[in-house]
């Protein structure tokens, strides 16, 4: 009768490649997790300044977006709110890993304090660029047209700046 199973040797080995290869694998899951999170933030916000955009033009009214870049969140003040599933005016916040790099309104670099984007019943708004970063370093950048108000998502590298 020939014996069936396995040595304690060879559990020890499978053990140990599998070790090796969640010891690769865990750090690059953690990075890609951080880097959806940007990604996430970047089109949510994105999201709201069309929306805050759209809002303005159909509302004939000026809609505004609230950006903190001390606390890292962001809110719309959109007039004739009319049901819970429109209010945009609570506070968005980033995840940790998510901040505001800077922001360019008319050619002034703003890193700190509150910033209001202005979109106007016409569809033009007071622009700039807004970049998010992660802490890994990778960045996005949102841009928002002057005149037409199109809102424009892209990730940038470091020498871009």
Known sequence: MKDKGFTLLELLVVLFIIGVAAAFIVPNIAGS???????????????????????????KKTAVVVINIDNASYSAEIPQIKTAQEDVSKPVFFPKEVKFRQITINGETITSDIVKLRFYPKGNTSGGEIILENERGRMYKITIDTLVGKVKNERITEDLL
Not at 38 to 46: E, I
């Open 33 to 59: 997790l951080a880097n959806l999170k940007l990604k996430t933030a970047t089109k949510h916000l994105g999201g709201i300044l069309r929306y805050a955009r759209s809002k303005a033009v159909s509302n």
